[in-house]
């Protein structure tokens, strides 16, 4: 089996191999594919695979290309994990926002918006290739904003594209661990859209326990969501929203506390990453062990001013380890080898979500088997969430639309609905900000 990953000289590959290598079952992937526009990434991340496939009998193959249709020919699985801009352009999207006193963050708010502006037209030329030349192959979407970019792809793919997240599976785990459940036998009951959802109801043994939970602000206060939004809040609210709606519910600090560091994420990131890259062109530097300390480095800091904000304290050691490859190593061993299970993806609506149309991409538990995934029907959500929910949807929406008409006015429209752009004014001087600092919105005019 052969699985192209896009954006295969990205710093997260390793995460992607080092799942494949644990996975010794018939049907396995044999062959992995790495595509990217630059061959210094490609190989210093070839460099990291060979040496954790070093010790592994039968280790899936790895070959780089930077020729896109070649890597999508006959590919059975496609990641699309793509960066446009690269972290520069992420270290940019969050700079031109602060500098209109909005948040930047690459998947919420302005910078969600810029960073889907300049990612959608070059998503929606890779949906295109891939219907056409790997038209049987499934697409997993990795690439931020998640959502919108999904939805984006499954314009050309329909259903045969299906976007990942670990944050609502790393929720759950965490909220079935506080109950003393074990994660796996816990139904989450989570909806809403990427990086936007909330967790309703926890089932264990057909019993729900999150009561349990939001009645307990011992238990409430243990973990990660609890010393980010604080007891009070998440019993006013009656549910648990995923760590992104802190920049939501407690805006004017986030916004505070980004405009003070002395580096945003991306230009953190940004910064640590060119260190890596760069000393991956040493030929002395041991791959495995300067990707694994760069990478511990980057799960430690992650959300660390929201935790600085909230008095969250350090992070929980099973919240280092990461997510992503285990939500895409389990989608694609259900579809591949029909191995049915339930995981929370990004999928078109289909009516389980009846406030929003068909065809928009939500948050959602889906059953998962040969045939793809399909969302499970959920209670709807309280008003408050489906204002939240409806109003980022028809962001997003006018997001496709200017990647569409590449109208500046339409992308003005975008920036000024969100809820956390405060005026039209800073909208326009929003995309003033980002068409100068961005070439890949050249194409607005
Ligand atoms: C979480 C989010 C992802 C994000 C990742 C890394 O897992 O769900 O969408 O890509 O964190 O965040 P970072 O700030 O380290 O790039
Ligand atoms: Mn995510």
Redesign the pocket.
């Known amino acids: 089996m052969k699985l192209t990953i896009l954006g295969g000289g990205g710093f997260?590959v390793p995460l992607v191999y080092g799942a494949l290598l644990t996975d010794r079952g018939e049907g396995r992937v044999t062959e992995v594919v790495l595509h990217d526009l630059d061959d210094s990434r490609l190989y210093a991340v070839a460099r990291v695979l060979a040496e954790q496939a070093a010790t592994v009998p039968d280790a899936p193959t790895v070959t780089a290309t930077t020729d896109l249709d070649e890597a999508l020919r006959g590919a059975d699985f496609i990641f699309s994990a793509i960066r446009v801009g690269g972290l520069e352009g992420?270290a940019n999207d969050e700079r031109v926002a602060l500098a209109q006193g909005v948040l930047g963050q690459?998947?919420v708010g302005a910078g969600g918006i810029a960073y889907g502006l300049r990612t959608v037209p070059v998503a929606v030329d890779i949906a295109q290739r891939v219907a056409r030349l790997a038209p049987d192959a499934w697409v997993i979407n990795?690439t931020?904003p998640?959502g919108l970019v999904t939805e984006a792809m499954s314009r050309h793919l329909g259903d045969r594209v299906i976007g990942i997240?670990?944050?609502p599976v790393?929720l759950g785990r965490r909220i079935a661990t506080v109950l003393g459940a074990n994660p796996r036998e816990a139904f989450i009951d989570y909806v809403g859209l990427?990086?936007l959802g909330w967790v309703r109801g926890l089932r264990v043994a057909g019993r729900d326990e999150l009561p349990r939970l939001l009645a307990d602000p011992d238990l409430l206060g243990s973990f990660e969501e609890g010393k980010l939004f604080g007891t009070d809040w998440l019993q006013s609210l009656g549910a648990i929203p995923n760590e992104?709606l802190h920049y939501y519910y407690f805006n004017r600090e986030t916004v505070r506390a980004y405009s003070e560091v002395e580096k945003t994420?991306?230009a953190f990131?940004r910064d640590q990453q060119a260190q890596f890259y760069d000393e991956m062109k040493r030929p002395d530097t041991a791959a495995l062990t300067a990707w694994d300390r760069t990478r511990a480095e980057?799960?430690a800091?992650?959300?660390a001013e929201n935790r600085e904000t909230a008095g969250a304290g350090e992070r929980d050691a099973d919240d280092l380890s990461?997510?992503?490859e285990k939500v895409a190593l389990a989608l694609m061993r259900a579809i591949a080898r029909d191995e049915r299970t339930t995981l929370i993806l990004n999928v078109r609506n289909q009516g389980a979500l009846s406030v929003l149309d068909a065809d928009a991409v939500i948050e959602v538990p889906c059953l998962v088997d040969a045939n793809g995934a399909h969302p499970v029907a959920v209670d709807p959500l309280p008003d408050h969430a489906t204002g939240l929910v409806c109003a980022v949807k028809g962001v997003e929406r006018e997001v496709l639309a200017a990647a569409g008409n590449g109208s500046r006015t339409t992308a003005v429209k975008a920036f000024a609905l969100h809820p956390l752009v405060d005026s039209v004014n800073v909208a326009r001087r929003l995309v003033e900000g980002y068409t100068e600092v961005h070439p890949g919105l050249a194409y607005l005019k």
Do not use: K, P
């Open positions: 997260r992420r690459e998947t990795f931020n998640a997240c670990d944050s790393g990427n990086h992104y994420r991306g990131l980057r799960e800091t992650y959300m990461g997510g992503y």
